[in-house]
């Protein structure tokens, strides 16, 4: 079925996590009340990413406040909503996304698995993939640099599951001093994206935060928005603004390839589709 998307590329500050809820329900709202049935939101975006507060301030999913707020931000607007949250389980941190269906209830959890290793000191590495059936269609959950895991092994494997879209919650950042006109942002992410998605004609469509990092190992880094989403023929279908005060929703029609039941032939399914691209 088709349905409209919206990517909610929100300014996120670091360590602030109950003003990041705030705004986080206001664009919610926004998107519902224009008409979208999903919301995609940016990876961690209670506290920020490798922010030193998600040490101390991580909360559980789904008791947490993070994930009860967003919760409840989706049965107030009736919409699926998908985002990025700080998580704690025991001693552990993780990088996590959430699915929320218009009910508010938890439909799947991702841990992010391709941390990068400055990361590493602050999130443990998740262990397994998820892919599961919606009314919007089937939905695999991936974050950020899961992207760009060797072979692209991870967004592949959300393709051999079944995944019709794959969502993922990102927080993009460039050097403070970092000239878009001179070195337009975004190629790491199409190379990334556009082949798994013409190879199993399955939409990728990531959401990243913007604002200043004001704390940990990337601090005086900018995250710089440029959400892209790619559609099952591998090609773009938008892309974002640039910058650090270019928080926006942006709104993407999407309607999933269907996909060959298990035991179908997909020889001939492969056989019938564009060559990949990319």
């Known amino acids: 079925m088709k349905f409209k998307a919206a990517l909610v590329q929100m300014r996120v500050e670091g360590g602030k996590k109950r003003e990041n809820l705030q705004r986080a329900r206001k664009l919610i709202a926004a998107a519902a009340g224009a008409g979208a ?6 990876e961690t975006m209670d506290l920020g990413w490798t922010h030193p507060a998600s040490q101390s301030e991580a909360e559980p999913i789904p008791d947490g406040l993070p994930f009860q707020t967003l919760a409840g931000a989706a049965a107030e607007s009736r919409i699926f909503v998908c985002a990025g949250l700080t998580e704690s389980d025991g001693k552990r941190i993780f990088n996590s996304a959430v699915l929320i ?12 698995v391709n941390e990068l290793a400055i990361g590493q000191a602050y999130y ?4 397994r993939l998820t892919v599961i059936q919606t009314e919007l269609g ?11 895991a060797r072979d692209r092994v991870l967004s592949r494997s959300l393709g051999y599951l079944g995944a019709e879209i794959i969502l993922s919650p990102c927080a993009w950042a460039v050097p403070g001093e970092h000239d878009n006109a001179a070195e337009p942002y975004g190629d790491t992410w199409r190379k990334s994206y556009r082949p798994v998605a013409a190879e199993f004609s399955t939409w990728i469509v990531g959401t990243s935060s913007v604002g200043p990092i004001n ?3 990337w601090a005086g880094r900018k995250c710089i928005g440029c959400s892209l989403a790619v559609g099952p ?8 603004p640039y910058g650090v005060d270019a928080e926006t929703i942006l709104y993407l029609d999407i309607e999933p390839v269907a996909r060959p039941a298990r035991g179908d032939s997909w020889m001939e399914y492969w056989k019938n589709r564009p060559e990949s691209i990319g």
């Open 37 to 42: 049935r999903l919301a995609l939101l940016p």
């Open 138 to 148: 089937s939905v695999g959950l991936m974050i950020c640099a899961d992207a760009f």
């Open 233 to 240: 023929d591998g090609r773009e279908v938008l892309q974002g």
């Open 215 to 217: 704390g940990g190992p």
């Open 101 to 112: 269906d218009p009910r508010g209830r938890l439909l799947a959890r991702h841990r992010k």
């Open 124 to 127: 443990a590495a998740g262990d």
